[in-house]
């Protein structure tokens, strides 16, 4: 599930899409305990002008450092809610690139409701007046 992320005109965004993650987090008990699999989408806005014109690593977001520390935070964090793990996105997001104008949707693959194969899934935005 990927719902699209409207910039505003003018603005670049890096964005990444289907980061699968091992997590341990949801209202059941076997949620925390056993872990499931949770998607990811994360979108960055910055200026990519620099990264674009000259070739610049510098002047992009690096996403292979998101998506290790992403990782990362998936196999340390236990919490009941998508609000909470979606939370943790963004500060980990902010603080590789900074107060920045960012979006994650996390999704559950599989959600444990009797009779639904639907997907379940939170957005979230942080952005500050001003930018994209």
Not at 14 to 21: C, D, Q, T
Not at 68 to 83: G, I, K, P, V, Y
Not at 98 to 119: E, H, S
Request: aromatic share 8%.
């Amino acid at each position: 599930m990927s719902i699209p992320f409207h910039l505003a005109p003018g603005c670049d965004a890096v964005h990444v899409s289907g980061l699968r993650l091992w997590a341990h987090a949801g209202v059941l008990e076997i949620e925390r305990v056993a872990g499931q699999w949770l998607s990811l989408d994360f979108s960055i806005c910055l200026n990519l002008n620099a990264a674009a014109q000259n070739d610049n690593l510098c002047a992009t977001a690096d996403y292979s450092l998101a998506i290790q520390q992403l990782q990362q935070l998936a196999s340390e964090l236990h919490c009941f809610t998508l609000e909470h793990f979606s939370e943790q996105v963004l500060d980990r997001l902010e603080s590789l690139y900074g107060p920045v104008p960012m979006r994650v949707l996390l999704c559950k693959c599989a959600a444990p409701v009797p009779g639904f194969d639907g997907v379940v899934a939170v957005e979230r935005r942080r952005s500050w007046p001003g930018n994209c």
